[in-house]
Nanobody
Framework: VQLQASGGGLVQPGGSLRLSCAAS????????IGWFRQAPGKEREGVSC????????HYADSVKGRFTISRDNAKNSVYLQMSSLKPEDTAVYYC????????????????WGKGTLVTVSS
């Protein structure tokens, strides 16, 4: 079971990035897939989650209207399109998977991938 996050990098404020999360060893069809982030000195927080079962989504208030989560079950992948990025979005971003019905909280996730660093700076 493996989750591989990619797509991080350095971007200027107001810019965009697209993160990808590819799963291997299991199918995402019956999981909640989430993006979480952890900034230096802060706790890991939920950014956005999507149910691969019914497509329901959840967004943290801080990213609503700027980030969009999507899934491609055929590719066993989930994406996070990030726009209007702010310096406070700087963090290591992780993708994770939890059982169907899980809330978008780190404690509810069963599988974690390695993170990808997003730095928003001019």
């Amino acid at each position: 079971v493996q989750l591989q996050a990619s797509g991080g990098g350095l971007v200027q404020p107001g810019g965009s990035l697209r993160l990808s999360c590819a799963a291997s060893g299991f199918t995402l069809d019956y999981y909640v897939i989430g993006w979480f982030r952890q900034a230096p000195g802060k706790e890991r927080e939920g950014v956005s989650c999507i149910s691969s079962f019914d497509g329901r989504t959840h967004y943290a208030d801080s990213v609503k209207g700027r980030f969009t989560i999507s899934r491609d079950n055929a590719k066993n992948s989930v994406y996070l399109q990030m726009s209007s990025l702010k310096p406070e979005d700087t963090a290591v971003y992780y993708c994770a998977a939890g059982p169907v019905g899980s809330s978008c909280r780190p404690s509810r996730m069963a599988y974690w991938g390695k993170g990808t660093l997003v730095t928003v700076s001019s």
